[in-house]
């Protein structure tokens, strides 16, 4: 079996087959959109390297087919390439997501050569947007440089971009630049308010954004695909949308969107945390999603006991897993959807209003509100405390659909426990 195959029975039973790890808080940027707040230290106790392998070793015996490691920036520890070295030898695929700031020549070939099968630059809009995202002059020069690194190298190469006020209304030109450099996947997540971007509300889409956000999207990959059959390329090997957790949902363009070429029609079918996926950082703290807030989602640490067993009976962990409508409320308790998307993106949902269960950005609930003539924006009540991983708190508001918002009458949107 090769690293990345599933067998019969990996989605039969929950089972962390894709796992985030953050090794690092340590960071060539301080982004100024940092879920993690990285920066230049690491934390203070991070896991040393003898903590690092038995953990991997842990992952491999717990049947994890997949890691991405992350940071901070991962590449910044002394002891990475032990890792990947570790990882790959039990089987397990391992690639990269960064900033690419460092990712030289050098530094990539040293990668690849470690076992490194792919690497996710993420690169926020163009040049200008970036750096300002970023807090780097010079960044999206680098991110680019590090995309042709990583290919001349021979790794898979893919992007990420968060999606933002600063950023949506140039994610067409966005797509032909990252397309024109040869990345094969262009993952869309929206910034969440969520570590450095709690503290930035204007920098947030409004809820009503993602129809605009989604259409353009959907607009891109049938571009991309028309530029495929022109160039007489398969479209399985053509530039590729995704769309992030966070991104949704049930709208016209679902299927175009979740779907792989090749590999059949997907949807949304709920958050995956602690089902197949889970996130580790860099102090050993376990999660069931990489992105989830640190302090309400916290199944155990490394340290002090045995992953499987966290895994296994952990309620922070395994909340996703069997849960019903029950805990939905606001619109997302009376969706038609509610059965197979249980609120969307629960990370997204629990860092904007405090909880999970009723999440604003969705395409279906946007529209839905705009053909009634409303639309939903989140207010900012409560500031994030300014730890890692950290949120503060929203409120929804519904106000009249109108090119002149700050003339639109707002009323507050009534809570359904």
Partial sequence: MSARSLGPDDLTTPKPIYVVWETTLRCDHACAHCGSRAGPAARPDELNTEELLEVADALIRLGTREVTLIGGEAYLRGDCTQLIEHLTAGGVRVTMQTGGRGLTKSRVRRLKDAGLAAVGVSIDGLAESHDLLRDSPGSWESAMA????????????????????????????????????????????????????ADRPDWLLEPYMILEVIDTLAEIQHWAMEQARAEGVPLERAFHVRLGNNVGYFGPHELLLRSR????????????????????????????????????????????ADIAEVWAEADAITFARTRGTSELWGFCKTCYYAEVCRGGCSFT?????????????????????????????????????????????????????????????????????
């Fill in 261 to 304: 070429p090749g590999q059949g029609e997907s949807h949304w079918q709920g958050c995956s945390a602690g089902k197949f996926v889970m996130g580790l950082e860099s102090d050993g703290t376990i999660k069931g999603c990489p992105s989830l807030p640190t302090a309400p989602y916290t199944g155990g640490n490394v340290r002090d």
């Fill in 146 to 197: 590090a995309v042709a690194n990583a290919r001349e190298a021979g790794l898979i190469v893919t992007s990420n971009s968060q999606i933002n006020r600063k950023n949506k209304d140039e994610l067409r030109e966005t797509a032909k630049a990252l397309r024109d450099a040869g990345v094969a996947v262009w993952r869309a997540q929206l910034t969440a308010p969520m570590g450095r971007a």
């Fill in 349 to 417: 949902a629990h860092s904007a209003l405090g909880r999970r269960g009723n999440n604003p950005y969705c395409y279906y609930r946007a529209n839905k509100l705009r053909r009634q003539g409303l639309r939903e924006r989140l207010v900012k009540r409560v500031a994030a405390p300014g730890e890692p991983y950290d949120f503060g708190r929203f409120e929804i508001e519904v106000e009249s659909w109108s090119d002149e918002p700050e003339r639109a009458p707002a009323r507050r949107l009534p809570v359904i426990a």
